[in-house]
T-cell receptor, first 117, second 111 residues
Framework: GAGVSQSPSNKVTEKGKDVELRCDPI?????LYWYRQSLGQGLEFLIY????????KSGLPSDRFSAERTGGSVSTLTIQRTQQEDSAVYLC???????????????FGSGTRLTVV | GNSVTQMEGPVTLSEEAFLTINCTYT??????LFWYVQYPGEGLQLLLK?????DKGSNKGFEATYRKETTSFHLEKGSVQVSDSAVYFC??????????FGTGTRLQVTL
């Protein structure tokens, strides 16, 4: 597609429920990244995919968080047993190559705003 | 570890005023440096970048110079417009896998 697409744009869930957030990167972009943007805390790296594998998942805050990517394209971020502190905007980005030093940089989606009540 | 510190906002300026948003970083090696901008209701967009010391990134009238001696990458614009109102994020990257972002600085430009 023309840009990075994320769905849903907004999600309100009850504490303890599981949620799935979807990211559809730009066609042909091999690298995909998930970040979390919490109020007043900037952007926090969660996980990075190169193709379908995740060489760096160091930012996942707990084992309730997991992500997968299939077909080198769509990625799903799953949060199990959601807690109120999981409330944030979850951003996905993709890039043409694995190296942000290139001229391409990242292209970000508009994010999914997750509210846990 | 790596970190980015940028000035707290909000920054409120009148149209045509000069803008500086300070950014300093801590890194173990030689990172690439970036400014991203987030306009209201939109996703993050790359504004400019610099990949080595003394490089100057520029775009849309904004500039930032990679200063290794002061570990800084301050964002400047000579004359801001109302349409520049947004949140600006300074970021660095040393590895393939991730950017490290500052907390963002909100800029509000008024007529």
């Amino acid at each position: 597609g023309a840009g990075v697409s994320q769905s849903p744009s907004n999600k309100v869930t009850e504490k303890g429920k599981d949620v799935e957030l979807r990211c559809d990167p730009i066609s042909g972009h091999t690298a995909l990244y998930w970040y979390r943007q919490s109020l007043g805390q900037g952007l926090e790296f969660l996980i990075y995919f190169q193709g379908n594998s995740a060489p760096d998942k160091s930012g996942l805050p707990s084992d309730r968080f997991s992500a997968e990517r299939t077909g080198g394209s769509v990625s799903t971020l799953t949060i199990q047993r959601t807690q109120q502190e999981d409330s944030a905007v979850y951003l996905c980005a993709s890039s043409l190559t694995w190296a942000p030093r290139t001229n391409y940089g990242y292209t970000f989606g508009s994010g999914t705003r997750l509210t846990v009540v | 570890g790596n970190s980015v510190t940028q000035m707290e906002g909000p920054v409120t300026l009148s149209e045509e005023a000069f803008l500086t948003i300070n950014c300093t970083y801590t890194a173990t090696g030689y990172p690439s440096l970036f400014w991203y901008v987030q306009y209201p209701g939109e996703g993050l967009q790359l504004l400019l970048k610099a990949t080595k010391a003394d490089d100057k990134g520029s775009n849309k009238g904004f500039e930032a110079t990679y200063r290794k001696e002061t570990t800084s990458f301050h964002l400047e614009k000579g004359s801001v417009q109302v349409s520049d109102s947004a949140v600006y994020f300074c970021a660095l990257s040393e590895t393939a896998s991730k950017l490290t972002f500052g907390t963002g600085t909100r800029l509000q430009v008024t007529l």
